[in-house]
C-alpha cells in the first residue's frame, strides 16, 4: 500500500479476507532531480513585492475541495492580506469555481490557471502550497511541493498527516472548518521566519523519506523477504 490511509481502506473492504500484517506500507517516491532549486518559473506567476503566492493543484472536483480555498481567499482579502492564489487542474467544476470566484469579486486573488505542464516550474513560483483536499489515498503533490522547499496547509484528513508534519513541514487545519485553515494559512503568510523553517524541513523530510531509490530498495528486500 502506498500509505496506511491506503491500508485502512483496504482491510476495511478486505480486511475478511487479508490479514493486516501482510501489507506492507512503501511511500511513493520521486526523482532526485525534483530537488533542485534551479530552474524555469511559471511565466504565469508573476511575483510582486508583499504579495505572497499561494498555489494548489490538482483535479478540480469534489474531491479536491478547491471551494474551501475560495472561502479561505476570501477571509484573507477581508484581512487586507497582499495574496494571489493559483489554482493549477482541470476538472467539471471549472466553470462552477469561477462563478463563485466572480460572485465573489476575487478575480484579482485567484487565478484558474487549467491544465499545467511543468509541475516544477509552478512548484518554484509560489510561497506556500494550500491543499483542500477532502481525502488522499497518498497525497503525491504534497510531496512536490515540500521537494521544493514549499511549506503546505492542508486539512488534518486522511494521509497528509503521514506526510505533512505539523508544526515540522507544514500546518494541519481541522476539516473542513475555512476558518482553521485560514488561520494557519495566515500565520505562515505573517511569519517569514517560520515560512522558511517548515520550507526547509519539509525538503529534508523528502530527503529522508520520500526518495524513489531507496523506496525502491525498500520494496526490493519486502519481495525477497515475503
Given at each position: 500500500?502506498?500509505?496506511?490511509?491506503?491500508?485502512?481502506?483496504?482491510?476495511?473492504?478486505?480486511?475478511?479476507?487479508?490479514?493486516?500484517?501482510?501489507?506492507?506500507?512503501?511511500?511513493?517516491?520521486?526523482?532526485?532531480?525534483?530537488?533542485?532549486?534551479?530552474g524555469?518559473?511559471?511565466?504565469?506567476?508573476?511575483?510582486?513585492?508583499?504579495?505572497?503566492?499561494?498555489?494548489?493543484?490538482?483535479r478540480?472536483?469534489?474531491?479536491?475541495?478547491?471551494?474551501?480555498?475560495?472561502?479561505?481567499?476570501?477571509?484573507?482579502?477581508?484581512?487586507?492580506?497582499?495574496?494571489?492564489?493559483?489554482?493549477?487542474?482541470?476538472?467539471?467544476?471549472?466553470?462552477?469555481?469561477?462563478?463563485?470566484?466572480?460572485?465573489?469579486?476575487?478575480?484579482?486573488?485567484?487565478?484558474?490557471?487549467?491544465?499545467?505542464?511543468?509541475?516544477?516550474?509552478?512548484?518554484?513560483?509560489?510561497?506556500?502550497?494550500?491543499?483542500?483536499?477532502?481525502?488522499?489515498?497518498?497525497?503525491?503533490?504534497?510531496?512536490?511541493?515540500?521537494?521544493?522547499?514549499?511549506?503546505?496547509?492542508?486539512?488534518?484528513?486522511?494521509?497528509?498527516?503521514?506526510?505533512?508534519?505539523?508544526?515540522?513541514?507544514?500546518?494541519?487545519?481541522?476539516?473542513?472548518?475555512?476558518?482553521?485553515?485560514?488561520?494557519?494559512?495566515?500565520?505562515?503568510?505573517?511569519?517569514?521566519?517560520?515560512?522558511?523553517?517548515?520550507?526547509?524541513?519539509?525538503?529534508?523530510?523528502?530527503i529522508?523519506?520520500?526518495?524513489?531509490?531507496?523506496?525502491?530498495?525498500?520494496l526490493?528486500?519486502?519481495?525477497?523477504?515475503?
Amino acid at each position: 500500500a502506498n500509505s496506511q490511509e491506503t491500508k485502512r481502506t483496504m482491510l476495511q473492504h478486505l480486511g475478511k479476507y487479508i490479514d493486516a500484517d501482510k501489507i506492507a506500507v512503501i511511500y511513493h517516491g520521486i526523482d532526485e532531480k525534483l530537488l533542485a532549486d534551479e530552474g524555469n518559473k511559471l511565466p504565469q506567476i508573476e511575483a510582486q513585492d508583499g504579495t505572497i503566492i499561494l498555489g494548489n493543484a490538482g483535479r478540480l472536483t469534489l474531491q479536491k475541495g478547491q471551494q474551501h480555498l475560495i472561502e479561505v481567499a476570501e477571509k484573507l482579502k477581508a484581512k487586507n492580506i497582499k495574496f494571489k492564489l493559483y489554482i493549477a487542474g482541470t476538472g467539471e467544476l471549472q466553470q462552477k469555481l469561477q462563478d463563485s470566484i466572480t460572485a465573489r469579486n476575487l478575480e484579482k486573488e485567484i487565478i484558474l490557471l487549467g491544465f499545467v505542464a511543468d509541475m516544477e516550474a509552478f512548484m518554484r513560483s509560489i510561497d506556500v502550497f494550500v491543499l483542500s483536499s477532502s481525502w488522499e489515498g497518498f497525497g503525491f503533490v504534497i510531496v512536490e511541493a515540500m521537494a521544493k522547499g514549499k511549506p503546505v496547509v492542508a486539512f488534518d484528513i486522511t494521509s497528509n498527516p503521514e506526510i505533512v508534519t505539523d508544526g515540522k513541514t507544514g500546518l494541519l487545519a481541522l476539516h473542513p472548518e475555512a476558518n482553521d485553515f485560514t488561520s494557519k494559512t495566515l500565520e505562515i503568510i505573517k511569519n517569514k521566519v517560520l515560512r522558511e523553517q517548515l520550507g526547509y524541513q519539509a525538503k529534508q523530510s523528502v530527503i529522508d523519506r520520500f526518495l524513489i531509490k531507496e523506496r525502491i530498495t525498500e520494496l526490493e528486500e519486502y519481495l525477497l523477504n515475503n
